[in-house]
């Protein structure tokens, strides 16, 4: 594994992430780190040359499609525009044939491009010495572009042949009907396709450019259209190749107002348009206007860390470098995906790890956006309505698993092989993985407090709450030996555990959702009787205060034990044991589902992820320093990480706990999910809701920033290799800038209204445009 | 380029085609040439482990599939049982990378079994030392399997992996749903899938032995089933592990008398059991009945050689192993496809190349097939008679391209990009392409004469002839101004001329047709009144009879003008003239499309292929030696020989006219269409035509046994390297061995009746059993 990330000096330093030799069992792990995007666009950073085992994934944001009718909607992969084809002397550029005498490929965060610099050697021993580049602009969401620059030490005949590639599947399934292909002028490619099911039409647009005359040759083949450029290069000749690419969809914004009558016809002259502009400016002035907009970011959202922090700094910027492309800022019909638009993982659907691992970034750093990925929530309640229905419940109950608004639950039916019974293994989560309904109210919560958005929560975050809440009333289960509600067979986080009775997170949390919306509706009918009358109207609130107030009291939420243990399930506690160390050792993740299958999992004490570890980050009010401290030295015994999800949030409530190390510890861990050195981790993209992780062990864990009874509290607790870290903040409309030492914090309130706030334990307010500082 | 045809010594000198060095740029070559198959599966022989630009096929007789609707059925690439995964401490085996000591791979043309022996050492230095071994079985349709054997000189952790992988396309086209996979007593891999439009069902079947206690684990994704061996290997440790596959559809011709009523159950139950037999029998053992069918066939068909003849001897030999796998003996719902079942290019289709290329084989050699071949030619005669009533015509108007029986016209109606105006070019052989109906009529006549066979006839072959007449006579038009009947806007045989008037080729043809039909007509109503009847009230005879005669005499055929040239078309000898020495003298066919597009080909005096030279060759007896001599030679000139169907067309018609040199090098010419050293032709498939073309230059070029007024007549015509030949023929139902030296010609007649044939030009009659010898 050769991936550097001590790379650069200067203004560089703490923003390159470099793989200094070409390892070909890292090939997945590249093209998912070092994948290039705007939200809009997702391009995995395949290599242009062909190898065995890559994923050449190019996708459009909200471009779903079912590729069968047994099949759930996903992502579909469009033609790839990445690859160059480029043989000397008829040899193809490979760079596990001939002789690689220097390779490096590069990430540079601050701007977006990637440069990839090698000397390679043939099979015939013509040396060739090249660099390419490649962007996806970050001010054009349609844009994407390569630049190849090369010279030869001895004369040879060059063959370069690029276009789109049609011939591409998402894993053998292929989305789309076979494209309508031309070129104009023999210069512009034009590649028009459309989804199978979904009738989404893509036109991708390409035009190349060569510092040679030589006219380019049309190839024109089943779901491909390229064009090849064939001549002799002199020895030292320069040689520079650009290809410029647009990429549109039916789906895209503009024309969700207004819909053209010929939506083929249209997306062809946009983007034949929009190609010709951007093919007279060229690669460098397209990057540049790339950078700028990156530049914008980076000033508004960098976060600067001090002392011995090389690596945790470059991780940072990584994690915030995808959790920007992740997302298409202003459009609220799509969520994010689990693997972001980095590959094909969990098909580009949404599930809780958006409201619980990457929102609290946008909800604390930039509210546009967590609005937009709120709003999406609340166009889900269609489909979680639908989703309760189905299942015999009210209100709104979330699907798993989202895609498209519309869509409702998107959960896949199998998976897997049971390594026991041969047979494929049935995904549980869509049916009875309940918790998400809650998170998602808690979020609301969350978004409303930091951000005091009162428009988002009258339009949408209080029918949210309120609806949510109706659908839990409905979901427990009245037990009449026990005189309790209960909430019986569901998967919480931990989903080594399945058809579980009482899951303490799932519990605990249905109820605050439940008595969010009591607060909500008592609020309204105070504050807002208009609305509170409106919302009445749609959704009975009357009726849903009654099925609330029927059941919240006397729903069973597990407490400790004798030992200070919160059982987990009304199973958990009773379950077999196993020596968890040979998993816990191991680099890779999940390999305990090579020795057992899932019901024999579901007997021992053994756990996937955070699950109560996770409620005492979220509630941890509720429970006093003892029992938290008990109950995650407990459960992280048996916890096998073997969720992204589950290190960030452990280093969080470690470093709560006081207990720096281990927070640092699981905090390093975070950060080399997908940064790290075992080769396979990101096979199927980046760990989205990881990369929130990072985001919120770094602020809200070690730079303190929570939300403490509705209020925003800075409690910096820096771990002991940092000696100061800066971060940037949004609160009620407000941004700040906090830089916090091991024993102090500053505040800067750069908005226009005067805050109050928690530094530390103390209540203050920081009057506009001033700043604060204070000590433990 | 390293493919070695000298191959082997003693009992298999002249039977092995051998890579002796791997070469990347020849993997889809070779993946064709090294193909195996049985008629029913046809594999190629792409390498266990990946390679960017394979192309992985696996085809199942007759198991058509339309991808989406705007496409053409075609032959769908199921899932692949060939690949396996090799790694040797986690370094997948990849001969571009590490260190490649040592390398062959060997096709076993009297086997059917491919070796192939590597030493190759990893990138850590780790040497593995292995045999892959492989076949198609011809013993059992639906079995293949393979044979790992290896060692390596330092321990290492192995793992092994393999099953099927369903991921694959045609190209970018799936033709399946999702698999329902599963696996059964930790052993048998179950694989069943189904056609998206056809709904045809595919069940495949696996299991593997590895001679050491380790585990399967079962690995299961998207589209994919395998199981995963992990073990550590000793340093020299012999490991064997070898994969029994089977394969069944639902197009088995098992199903066709009494389909189940679940078909998928019925595939799995029967493949279950199929793959049982073969598992508990082993790769060795199945193998050997395998070997034991080749034997049989080559006892039977094998062509031999004197002289300095090695190279041809190993070409014959492949082309007859070729043409025993390309064609399901017993099966009259299929034919064979332009590239057999060796690659995606031309879908799987059957063109008029099976007529008159490949049939010619059979129909001297193999009756039976033949007659299965001629059967599905009847069969067709649905398709034609509703294309012949879709253009407006009358009768059966052959479809160019043809899959399943009753799929009907499916030519594509657009290939790649027109190079000057940047769109698809429209396919017109599919609408204008009109000779392969009186094609397949002339190979009725040829089977009957050979055959001798009247039961064919009389339920299928006159129908034949009687329809395509009729359709000849609906498609001429009278030409006042001339007072003839013509056949305006045509394509002929040579695919370079579009929309061409009187194309001398088809118009004789046409004639011939309707000639042929009144012939048939005169002699059922002599000799078979009551099969005329039927005939007359199916087809209406006198219709067809009057409707013939109102046309055939004034049918416009060209004639030779004052130089001796019979215009290939209307147009041809008024067309620019075009310097082809740089086309002419390319090892690449087709190079002048990179310089033309088809509207400015038509324009100039260049020929694609054999045309008029094809006419003197089916229809010679009506022209004069010095007319053919002169229309050889001038057509010769302008025709490039970019179809791989033209040279051995000019081999046997130089071998007539005396041009002994040159026949024999077009001869040379055509034995390396597919085993040559050029790169790249074979990509898509062999050439079955031209691999039919090589026994018809062969035997009824060299050989001379040709069908001359109905009789057969052997007058061989040696070239100048070979000194004598043996060779079987089937005449009338009565198998001939041929021996033939540079004078003389011995025919042992070794049926049980007498036969009179021509031996040279006298006319003589071999009782049963008994051998005769004539010279010049």
Redesign the interface.
Known sequence: MAIKYDAGTGALKNWLVQETAFD??CLGKCEAIFAQGNGYLGVRNALEE????EKRNTFVTGTFNK?????VTELPNVADMTGITVKIN???L?L??GELDDYSRTMNLRTGETTRKIRWKTPEGITLTASFRRFVSLADDHVLASALDFSLDQEAEVLLETGMD?????????HF??PV??????VDMQFLSKT?QSGVWIAQHAACRLNKDVPA?????????KQQYRFEAAPAEQIHFEKICTIHSSRDLSYEQSAPTDMAEALKTDGRKALAAAYEKGYDPLLAESVKAWDTYWTQSDIRLEGDADFDQLAVRFALYHLNIMVKHDDNRVGIGAKAMTGEGYKGHSFWDTEMFILPYFTFTKPDTARTLLEYRFKNLYGARAKAKENGYEGAMYPWESAWVDDGEVTPLY???D?I????TKILTGIIEHHVTADIAYAVEQYEQMTGDRDYMEQYGYEIILDTARFWASRVQYSREKDRYEILDVIGPDEYKEHVDNNAYTNYMAEYNMRLALRVMEKLEQENMPLYQKLDQKLDLAQIREKVLACVDRLYLPQPGADGIIPQSDQYLQLKKLDLEKYKSSEAVMTIS?DFNMEQLNQYMVSKQADTVMLLLLLGGQFDEETRRKNFVFYESTTLHDSSLSKSTHAIVASDLGMEEMAYRFYEQSLTIDLGTY?HTSDEGVHSASLGGIWESTVMGFGGARLQEGVLRIAPKLPAKWTGMTFPLCYQGCRLSVTAGRDTVQVKNQGAKDLTLYLYDEKITIPAGAQVERGI
């Open positions: 070909e069992r062909p190898y065995t085992g590729a069968s009718a047994d099949e008829g040899y193809e490979n596990l044939h049609g011939s591409v599947t998402n894993s053998g399934a292929q009907d076979p292909c031309r070129v104009y002028d023999g199978t040759l049309p190839v024109m083949g089943r779901r491909t259209l998976m897997g092989a390594i019974t041969g047979e494929p090579k080769m």
